[in-house]
């Protein structure tokens, strides 16, 4: 009885031991795990700048929508119907798809006219010797910008749309002015202007009065 329990003992003392990682069966010596690879130490600029982490499921918060001023612009050039230049800089009117210069259209007698150019030359004719007021993000803006541009009580980009000059862009509030354009076949629409015939292009404004504006 002893001898089986010093084997007893001894077998108990292997288990523990292979169950521990102290050795094994062999008496070979202990099998050391490889050590997991350390992440690259960063320097101080590195450590300094480098990005939080984000937790999984937190929002970013939302962008904070720019405030826009109104801002009274003379000397406005016309590159085309549907966007306007100052200097260097660019305003594209809000909810308008910009006609370019080199369109041509066809009319109802399938003869051909320039009616991007002529298209030009409204928009010119209608804001010469004015001051527009646009809502932009501050006197002093860069670079292209969309702007909702106004004549007193005149919106630009609606005069355009209404009297066919510029299509209103798709799912733009400016959408009905066009089809009502289209309808009546004003401006791009239309015939264009011929010699004799009756003229395409919208009847200029009344002169405002400061007493009634319109």
């Not at 010093?6 to 050795?23: K, P, Q, S, W, Y």
């Not at 306007?84 to 006609?99: A, C, E, H, I």
């Amino acid at each position: 009885m002893a001898a089986v329990a010093a084997m007893v003992g001894i077998g108990a003392e292997h288990f523990l031991r292979d169950r521990n990682g102290t050795g094994n069966e062999a008496g070979e010596p202990p099998t050391q795990a490889a050590p997991e690879p350390e992440a690259p130490a960063r320097n101080g600029a590195e450590a300094l700048f480098a990005p939080a982490p984000i937790e999984r499921g937190a929002r970013l918060a939302p962008s904070k929508p720019v405030d826009l001023i109104p801002v009274d612009l003379a000397n406005l050039l016309v590159e085309r119907a549907g966007v306007l230049t100052v200097g260097d800089r660019r305003l594209q009117l809000s909810g308008v798809t910009p006609t370019d210069p080199a369109r041509t259209c066809t009319d109802a007698d399938g003869r051909q006219w320039p009616c991007g150019t002529v298209a030009r030359s409204a928009l010119r004719s209608f804001l010469r010797g004015r001051t527009l007021t646009c809502d932009l993000p501050g006197e002093d803006w860069q670079g292209t910008v969309t702007a909702q541009c106004r004549y007193v009580k005149v919106d630009i980009g609606q005069w355009l749309v209404k009297n066919g000059w510029a299509e209103a862009e798709p799912g733009s509030p400016l959408a009905g002015a066009g089809d009502e354009a289209r309808n009546a076949r004003r401006g791009i629409y239309g015939d264009g202007p011929r010699k004799g015939g009756p003229s395409t292009l919208a009847p200029t404004p009344a002169k405002e009065d400061p007493l009634n504006p319109i």
